[in-house]
């Protein structure tokens, strides 16, 4: 078996990849990161209330599927959000990525110790089983989408799903998925946006090299809010203004005396310091004109 259930020291329950030798959400739990680092940190609540729904349902992108922690706790926290204003349903499309349906396949069959699968069993064994499904209770009204297969080679591809306006970006850390954190990745991801349509992106790394691929990929960077035993994560977008907390000149100068700042240019994990060519290019960048 790929995949074992852990406890962790708060006594929440997570999953642990065996081949990668990573805890999926390590620090406080599935749901209380997922929480924490997506739904609050993008204001995913106040954006799907506020979303009028004329041009589409709001679409989220979940990259990086796993157990269906952070796709299923957004589902929950809206729920209890439409229920609360009593608003009329929200329309959400969410497109889930990964390499393999495994992680969540697992989850079923440990449901009764990971709280944050409570009543969407049928609906994540319907996506298991058929890679689609509908969610359609308590004012959602959600229609959920597996794309499996490697990320980086599905933004190389045709566009074959629609822009996000929000992306939960999970996958394992550049250690263990070095092609999922390289400049080109974020170039790929970042040209699959709507211009037209404000996107923001939260991840749970904070590291320089991270951050750098990002903006040379054509996002802006901010600082992210802290998750559990991070004392900070990251959030990009397409628009300066959606970013709370921009990072700016004083980030720029400790990157410049950091070991470990160049970002991935290919699936090769390795730390350097940056290079002549990437300096110059996170100086033209727009977020520090």
């Not at 589902?75 to 499309?93: N, T």
Request: proline share 6%; net charge negative; aromatic share 8%.
């Amino acid at each position: 078996m790929s995949y074992e259930l852990v406890r962790l020291n708060n006594g929440a329950h997570s999953i642990r990849s065996l081949a990668d030798d990573e805890t999926f959400h390590p620090g406080i739990g599935p749901a209380a990161e997922a929480e924490a680092l997506y739904v609050r940190q993008l204001g995913l609540i106040e954006r799907a209330l506020s979303h009028s729904g004329e041009g589409g349902p709001l679409v989220i992108w979940d990259v990086g599927l796993g157990g269906a922690a952070n796709a299923l706790t957004a589902l929950r926290s809206l729920q209890r959000a439409v229920a609360k204003e009593k608003k009329q349903p929200v329309a959400l499309e969410i497109v889930s990525f990964d390499r393999t349906i495994e992680a969540a396949r697992f989850a079923l069959q440990n449901a009764d110790r990971l709280e944050y699968l409570a009543g969407f069993e049928p609906a994540l064994e319907e996506l298991v089983r058929n890679g689609r499904t509908a969610v359609q209770s308590d004012g959602i009204e959600a229609h959920w989408t597996m794309r499996r297969g490697d990320f980086p080679d599905l933004m190389r591809g045709p566009a074959s799903f629609p822009a996000p306006h929000v992306i939960f970006f999970d996958p394992h850390s550049p250690g263990a998925n070095p092609e999922m954190w390289t400049v080109s990745l974020f170039a790929n991801l970042f040209r699959r946006l709507d211009p037209g349509r404000p996107c923001t992106l939260a991840t749970f790394s904070r590291s320089s090299m991270a951050r750098t691929a990002m903006l040379l990929g054509g996002f802006y960077v901010g600082v992210g809010r802290a998750s559990g035993d991070k004392e900070e994560t990251t959030v990009a977008a397409n628009r300066l203004d959606l970013l709370n907390e921009p990072l700016g000149r004083d980030w720029l100068e400790r990157v410049r005396r950091s070991s470990s700042a160049e970002p991935l240019m290919e699936g090769v994990y390795r730390q350097s310091t940056l290079s002549d060519e990437t300096w110059r290019r996170l100086l033209a960048h727009p977020q520090f004109q």
